[in-house]
T-cell receptor, first 112, second 115 residues
Framework: KQEVTQIPAALSVPEGENLVLNCSFT??????LQWFRQDPGKGLTSLLL?????REQTSGRLNASLDKSSGRSTLYIAASQPGDSATYLC???????????FGTGTRLQVFP | DVKVTQSSRYLVKRTGEKVFLECVQD?????MFWYRQDPGLGLRLIYFSYDVKMKEKGDIPEGYSVSREKKERFSLILESASTNQTSMYLC??????????????FGQGTRLTVV
């Protein structure tokens, strides 16, 4: 059964730092991996979808990498800003289905 | 842009009431999902639908049912609301296929409180 974990659970950094958020999954037979952002009391916003054939995907200051063989993905946030404060979740589809399995998230706080 | 819209941001219902949570998507997606999110437990799948009138139980279907009469609309029904169903409910949609390009999109969430 696929399990997804995220480390660290919480992170507090000063503005301007470059950050790395980690996501690990136990079954490497995935089609893709998706990163989401969730603001308090709100729904999830899709940030990046990285396909199994890709190693990296970039959007603005965000860069996601995928290493299927080691069961890891990282989300790199460059030059962090207070507006980046949110919970970040990663998710992978359950094998041979479209149902997503989520990690428990990393709660990020960027202070001025 | 894909839009997934949930009918209410906040709901307060009484124990025993029948509650309907509505979700509409505008991108002709085959898949629609209902999750609930609770502190310390993360997101858990309640029900999943991959076509009109088709449904599949998720991890925690007890106390819930769903309806999908039209492709764009997926309803979650609490037959008799209980306090342990107080939670954040999230609807999502995606294209069918379990393929590399299947990206899921979420609604803004419904915070349900059962008193």
């Amino acid at each position: 059964k696929q399990e997804v974990t995220q480390i660290p659970a919480a992170l507090s950094v000063p503005e301007g730092e470059n950050l790395v958020l980690n996501c690990s999954f136990t079954d490497s037979a995935i089609y893709n991996l998706q990163w989401f952002r969730q603001d308090p009391g709100k729904g999830l916003t899709s940030l990046l979808l990285i396909q199994s054939s890709q190693r990296e995907q970039t959007s603005g200051r965000l860069n996601a990498s995928l290493d299927k063989s080691s069961g890891r993905s990282t989300l790199y946030i460059a030059a962090s800003q207070p507006g980046d404060s949110a919970t970040y979740l990663c998710a992978v589809p359950s094998y041979n289905t479209d149902k997503l399995i989520f990690g428990t998230g990393t709660r990020l706080q960027v202070f001025p | 842009d894909v839009k997934v819209t949930q009918s209410s941001r906040y709901l307060v219902k009484r124990t025993g009431e029948k509650v309907f949570l509505e979700c509409v998507q505008d991108m002709d997606h085959e898949n629609m999902f209902w999750y609930r999110q609770d502190p310390g437990l993360g997101l858990r799948l309640i029900y999943f639908s991959y076509d009109v009138k088709m449904k599949e139980k998720g991890d925690i279907p007890e106390g819930y049912s769903v309806s999908r009469e039209k492709k764009e609309r997926f309803s979650l029904i609490l037959e008799s609301a209980s306090t342990n169903q107080t939670s954040m409910y999230l609807c999502a949609s995606s294209l069918i296929g379990a393929q590399m390009y299947t990206e899921a999109f979420f609604g803004q969430g419904t915070r349900l409180t059962v008193v």
